[in-house]
């Protein structure tokens, strides 16, 4: 069988759309206004994924505050933010380049998610004529919407966590029903969970573990079959061409994040410094019976913070590379991140993100042409 390949789910946003987002936020313009524009960008990303030959889509989630944020609030500045919820939370992460984002935090119950992906997929759905798929947060990242050590007044940490846990279990749920073919639970805190940066407090807590035990609560409501199609992605981050935990071993996450019982993990890779040596590991660590599914791993082959493009003979050598040490049957290609996970972002290193955008695309075509390649050459 081919080797299978799929992107992780977001696109820059449009100049456009940017400046209309802050027009809402400033009260100049309203939501059908808006609206207009996160759907002409979503239209534009699918015609233009589908062009570049990739067997599966996304909307590039431009109807999304963030992969993190979007069920909490409809802008990162906090406009339409949802109940119980204060904007001046811990940091999420500090970027390499200085830059920092921070969540909202949790002021009490009970705690809900005012959108599901499943609101932005059904909108989306009749512009594609390939399958879709669709990225959801996962509920180690919302966690950290409880403040760090106070116990909230009539709202316990474990009265949140199950709430929290039954509205990860609907996200996922709504995704497949309204008909994703794929949904894959973003992850990036796994990786910064083991940074230990002083500024940054909970990265300091060994998090990693619990992170993978609340998740699995959620990844265990799921059949084997179920999860066959239901995936994790790790990073060590990717807003404004910057990351947050790349100088984080893979060693400190890997035996720890293929605990999860998920049926396939989207990894950066393409950026590492030592790829050969992480794809060691991930057929160390990797296991081909996870309850029940056997756990296929899509190594990044595309660096989205890159604004060069990679040729499809870089993609396929990468993937042979790859081979010698994953099994062939649980071995994808995939882009190391979202081309960009957060709604503003200039992409700095790539000039604009209408630039941007054009390079993703370009960027992706290598990607799936180079699969192609690789299976040729592996006799796949
Ligand atoms: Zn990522």
Redo the contacts with the bound molecule.
């Keep these: 069988m081919a080797i299978p390949t799929e992107n ?1 789910g977001s696109l820059p946003r449009p100049a456009r759309l940017q400046q209309m987002i802050a027009a809402y936020d400033a009260g100049r313009v309203g939501f059908e206004e808006l609206a207009a524009e996160q759907d002409a960008a979503c239209k534009d990303s699918i015609e233009r994924m589908e062009a570049t030959g990739a067997p599966i889509v996304s909307d590039g989630e431009q109807r999304a505050s963030s ?1 993190a944020t979007y069920p909490i609030t409809d802008t990162l500045a906090g406009t339409g933010l949802a109940d119980n919820l204060a904007a001046d939370g811990q940091y999420f992460a500090i970027f390499d380049d200085g830059h920092h984002r921070q969540l909202p935090r949790l002021t009490g119950g009970p705690f809900r998610y005012k959108t599901f992906a499943s609101d932005y997929l059904a909108k989306s759905l009749p512009y594609a004529s390939k399958p879709m798929k669709q990225a959801v947060i996962a509920p180690s990242m919302l966690s950290l919407l409880y403040p760090l050590d106070e116990e909230l007044d009539g709202y316990p940490r474990e009265q949140f966590l199950n709430d929290l846990c039954d509205e990860a279990e609907r996200d996922i749920r709504q995704a497949f029903a309204t008909g994703a073919a794929r949904v894959s639970i ?1 992850f ?1 805190e796994g990786r910064l969970a083991a940074k230990n940066d002083p500024r940054n407090p909970w990265t300091g807590r060994h998090m990693l573990e619990q992170f993978v035990e609340l998740n699995n609560r959620v990844i265990d409501r799921f059949s084997a079959a179920e999860r066959v199609n239901l995936g994790v ?3 060590p ?2 807003d404004m061409d910057s990351v947050h935990s790349a100088d984080v071993d893979y060693a400190e996450l890997l035996p720890s994040m293929f605990k999860m019982n998920a049926g396939y993990f989207l990894m ?1 890779l393409a950026s590492e410094q030592d790829k050969e040596r992480v794809y060691r590991l991930v057929g160390e660590h990797s296991r081909d019976d996870a309850n029940g599914v056997p756990q296929v791993c899509f190594i990044g082959v595309i660096d989205p913070l890159n604004p060069t493009v990679e040729s499809p003979d870089q993609v396929a050598e990468d993937l042979v590379t790859a081979a010698r040490y994953i099994p062939t049957d649980r071995l994808g290609a995939t882009d ?3 081309f960009s ?1 957060f709604s503003i972002d200039n992409k700095p290193k790539h000039g604009s993100p209408d630039f941007a955008r054009d390079v993703a695309f370009r960027k992706i075509a290598a990607r799936v042409q180079g699969t192609d390649i690789a299976s040729e050459r592996l006799g796949l």
């Design positions: 992780v992969f973003d990036t992605h790790t990073c981050g990717g950066q190391d991140c979202g996970p």
